[in-house]
């Protein structure tokens, strides 16, 4: 009994609820719109009928009170269609808000103590177990790398390995350490182990870049240790090593050649020009190479010109027979003392020198 009235009130809200929905969408209706349009839609909407029913505008279907209604639909839509759009403007602002306190709020150096989820305790006892993680990961691809050797290399034709080798996968795991293990013992057991340097002694850390951790800066100083050199030093060298080579190719070519040439002698130059302009762009095709994956911008190299290379030959040339000539004129100038020299020898001496030049160019 004493909750009648309150569901009557409740009761009364819903009809008055459904009533105000059913109202809205007769404005709706009346205006020619739908439900979810924009406030301009309203007003084009809204211009449009006023030409037509307004009792002043002077068309054929003017009736003031059917304006009427439309202004008053109007009014009720425009309204509706503001609030609406506050409404998602409002949840909108809200949503951006909470993704800017969960981002920002988020530990920017997460990401830095991760060590791919190994581990657990304070961050540097993460670490420390983070690198025993890697250095055993790197013993167990060493071993599997020489079981996999062992296998192909004595185990490549035989069907019968092939078809148990996974059931004995560990069997041959577990007699490589004993191998590995007997042949270190053995190796103790001579003395290979007595003189080697740094024996007794503690291992030596290195001190380095703080932003590398310890194990991957050890593992580059082994590689350079034992001679390891990047690609692009290694092409650096045969790039000069190759242009060295075909200078002296090609000078060597030109001294077998008279001067002047005959015709005969001239063709086959010719003949030896265009192979060497076809090494240069083999060659400057290798310096596009080279630039690609050289770190530093200093280190660029440009492209030899081929036409440069045949004049700087045909030069030194020249003046291989200018000092030769110097030399055949004053053959006796070699016999005297050193304060008896002649000019010409000095000047067959400088003329040696000129050319060495060129040459170490």
């Known amino acids: 009994m004493k909750m009648g009235p309150y569901l009557g009130v409740i009761r009364t809200r819903m009809m008055s609820t459904h009533k105000s929905k059913k109202k809205m969408r007769e404005y709706y209706r009346l205006l020619n719109l739908d439900e979810g349009c924009s406030a301009d839609d ?4 809204f211009r449009k009928l006023a030409k037509q029913y307004h009792p002043d505008g002077g068309s054929s279907t003017a009736d003031s009170a059917t304006f009427i209604r439309i202004e008053e639909a109007y009014r009720k839509v425009l309204s509706h269609v503001i609030e609406q759009t506050n409404a998602r403007q409002s949840k909108v602002e809200e949503t951006e808000e909470e993704e800017k306190k969960v981002k920002y709020n988020t530990p920017q150096h997460r990401h830095y103590l991760s060590f791919e989820g190994i581990g657990f305790g304070t961050p540097s006892q993460r670490e420390k177990q983070y690198r025993q993680f890697r250095a055993d990961r790197a013993t167990e691809q060493v071993m599997e790398y020489q079981k996999q050797k062992l296998q192909s290399q004595y185990f490549t034709d035989s069907v ?6 996974h059931s004995k996968e560990q069997k041959i795991t577990q007699a490589i350490e004993r191998l590995v293990e007997d042949l270190i013992q053995e190796s103790m057991a001579k003395g290979d182990f007595d003189n080697l340097s740094g024996k007794g002694k503690p291992l030596k850390k290195f001190s380095g870049c703080s932003y590398i951790d310890p194990m991957t800066h ?25 242009i060295d080579q075909l200078r002296e190719a090609i000078l060597v070519s030109r001294k077998k050649l008279g001067n002047p040439m005959t015709p005969t002698e001239q063709k086959q130059w010719n003949q030896v020009c265009e192979q060497f302009q076809e090494n240069i762009k083999k060659l400057n095709k ?10 530093l911008l200093t280190r660029q190299k440009v492209h030899f010109d081929a036409q440069k290379e045949i004049a700087r030959a045909q030069e030194i040339y020249e003046t291989f027979i200018k000092t030769q000539e110097v030399t055949d004129k004053n053959p006796n100038n070699f016999d005297q003392g050193e304060g008896e020299k002649t000019p010409g020898v000095k000047t067959g001496f400088f003329n040696w020198m000129n050319v060495w030049q060129f040459i170490k160019i």
């Not at 309203?42 to 909407?45: L, P, Y």
């Not at 019968?160 to 080798?165: C, G, N, P, Q």
């Not at 580059?220 to 790039?239: A, C, F, S, T, V």
């Open 160 to 165: 019968t390995v092939k078809d148990v080798r």
């Open 286 to 295: 290798r310096i596009n190479d080279f630039n690609l994956i050289v770190p």
């Open 42 to 45: 309203v007003r084009e909407s």
């Open 218 to 242: 050890n593992l580059n100083r082994i590689l350079i240790d034992n001679g390891y050199q990047p690609e692009w030093i290694l092409m650096q060298k045969e790039i000069k090593d190759t």
